[in-house]
């Protein structure tokens, strides 16, 4: 089938933790990965993308890398934030004809002071 | 702001009242895309626009649900007769298409929260 599974939250951490949080795909062919990021009250941002296998997506200190031997796209971060709590969710994108992103259920991330 | 924007933020309805959502997406996008989100979910598709035509639907789109872009520009998303089943955010996105079909990126609007009592 299609579809994106992401570790389950909350995953609570002290500041200038390391952070990751999984996401593994399933899909015919290799879409674009996305990790995208919902604030508390804010709608949902791009936070960041890889478009093919071995691409690393960065962005606000924030990484992730495409593994087409693992279909598995995990968000890394070295040292968080209090700012950085939030719901993180991982997409893939497109295969074939289809415009349409599928998402994980997203994981909720609390960083302590 | 050039963003995507959604009307209204918030709406609360009776069962069976028809509600309808609007959404400009950021001006030059030709793509247009409506999710809805759950509490505690990530957003599911609903359906997608390439300019003015409809090009795909998801089984989550019930026959009380329509969608239109009339002029390859803002959208509408009506429910009629609704259930509290419904109640939910509805996400609007747009994105550029892009030559190398996947890689676009889709941009997010606020969202119009739904409460069917």
């Known amino acids: 089938g299609n579809s994106v599974t992401q570790m389950e939250g909350p995953v609570t951490l002290s500041e200038e933790a390391f952070l990751t949080i999984n996401c593994t795909y399933t899909?015919?062919?290799?879409?674009?990965l996305f990790w995208y990021v919902q604030y508390p009250g804010e709608g949902l941002q791009l936070l960041l993308k890889?478009?093919?296998?071995?691409d690393k997506g960065s962005n606000k200190g924030f990484e992730a890398t495409y593994r087409k031997e693992t279909t598995s796209f995990h968000l890394e971060k070295g040292s968080v934030q209090v700012s950085d709590s939030a719901v993180y969710f991982c997409a893939r994108g497109p295969s074939g004809n289809t415009g349409k992103l599928i998402f994980g259920q997203g994981t909720t991330l609390q960083v302590k002071p | 702001d050039t963003g995507v924007s959604q009307d209204p933020r918030h709406k609360i309805t009776k069962r069976g009242q028809n509600v309808t959502f609007r959404c400009d997406p950021i001006?030059?996008?030709?793509?247009l895309y409506w999710y809805r989100q759950t509490l505690g979910q990530g957003p599911e598709f609903l359906t997608y626009?390439?300019?003015?035509?409809?090009?795909?639907k998801s089984r989550l789109l019930s026959d009380r649900f329509s969608a239109e872009r009339p002029k390859g520009s803002f959208s509408t998303l009506e429910i009629q007769r609704t259930e509290q089943g419904d109640s939910a955010m509805y996400l609007c996105?747009?994105?550029?298409?892009?030559?190398?079909?996947?890689?676009?990126?889709?941009?997010f609007g606020p969202g119009t929260r739904l409460l069917v009592l």
């Open positions: 626009f390439q300019n003015e035509a409809q090009l795909e």
């Open positions: 001006s030059e996008h030709n793509r």
């Open positions: 899909a015919t062919g290799y879409p674009s």
């Open positions: 890889a478009t093919k296998a071995d």
């Open positions: 996105a747009s994105s550029l298409e892009l030559v190398v079909r996947g890689a676009e990126t889709q941009y």
